[in-house]
């Protein structure tokens, strides 16, 4: 991986995003570890990333693990049912 400070990748943009292929690139302030860019060559990759970084969605996930500590939770078999009801009734709605 190679690695630019954020004045050189400021300058080289263009050349960091076409040029790399897909190599992924540090970039650094101060010496210190700022960001990565990468290349998207999945858009199911981006997908992921975006809900890996969305406030909203850990919020949901963080919500949901306290609900299961404090015994709130309902059991997998309880899950897929309803799952499944779901899917039967929006069959039936689009049909």
């Given at each position: 991986?190679k690695?630019f400070?954020i ?35 999945d858009?199911d990759?981006?997908?992921?990333l975006?809900?890996?970084y969305?406030?909203e ?5 963080a ?8 015994g709130?939770g309902?059991?997998?078999e309880e ?16 049909a």
């Amino acid at each position: 991986m190679k690695t630019f400070t954020i004045a050189e990748a400021k300058e080289n943009l263009y050349t960091l995003v076409y040029e790399q292929g897909n190599d992924a690139v540090l970039i650094v302030e101060n010496g210190q570890p700022l960001a990565i860019l990468s290349l998207v060559t999945d858009p199911d990759d981006m997908e992921r990333l975006k809900m890996a970084y969305s406030p909203e969605l850990q919020a949901i996930l963080a919500n949901s693990r306290q609900q299961i500590r404090e015994g709130k939770g309902i059991p997998a078999e309880e899950f897929w049912r309803l799952v499944e009801s779901d899917f039967a009734d929006e069959a039936v709605d689009s049909a």
